[in-house]
């Protein structure tokens, strides 16, 4: 079973920047989706963006063109950097790593702890 530690967050204002890291453990995260997941007070969990075993990756649209998701097989990481943050960017974010390899999406995920970002206006 992999285990996920997320690391990097922290307090910024609007519009700087961020860079979360998920170290796995456990097994290899090569044949493995593996994304980002956000909770806000008071809010359901809703996904930010996943990146396939195959690098493709998907955004949602409220990050589109600010965020990005990156796999580093070799050192068992993924990395979200996420620039030009808003406020309604805060939450605690959660690493992500999907059950089942060579999956077309992220289907059934194991969690991380989550890590603190805190946008301030």
């Known amino acids: 079973q992999v285990q996920l530690v997320e690391s990097g967050g922290g307090l910024v204002q609007a519009g700087g920047s961020l860079r979360l890291s998920c170290a796995a453990s456990?097994?290899?995260?090569?044949?493995?989706?593996m994304g980002w997941f956000r909770q806000a007070p008071g809010k359901e969990r809703e996904f930010v963006a996943h990146i396939l075993y195959s690098g493709n990756s998907m955004y949602a649209d409220s990050v589109k063109g600010r965020f990005t998701i990156s796999r580093d097989n070799a050192k068992n990481t993924v990395s979200l950097q996420m620039n030009s943050l808003e406020p309604e960017d805060t939450a605690v974010y959660y690493c992500?790593?999907?059950?089942?390899?060579?999956?077309?999406?992220?289907?059934?995920?194991?969690w991380g702890q989550g890590t603190q970002v805190t946008v301030s206006s």
């Open positions: 992500a790593a999907d059950r089942v390899p060579y999956a077309a999406t992220l289907l059934v995920p194991s």
């Open positions: 456990g097994r290899a995260i090569s044949n493995y989706a």
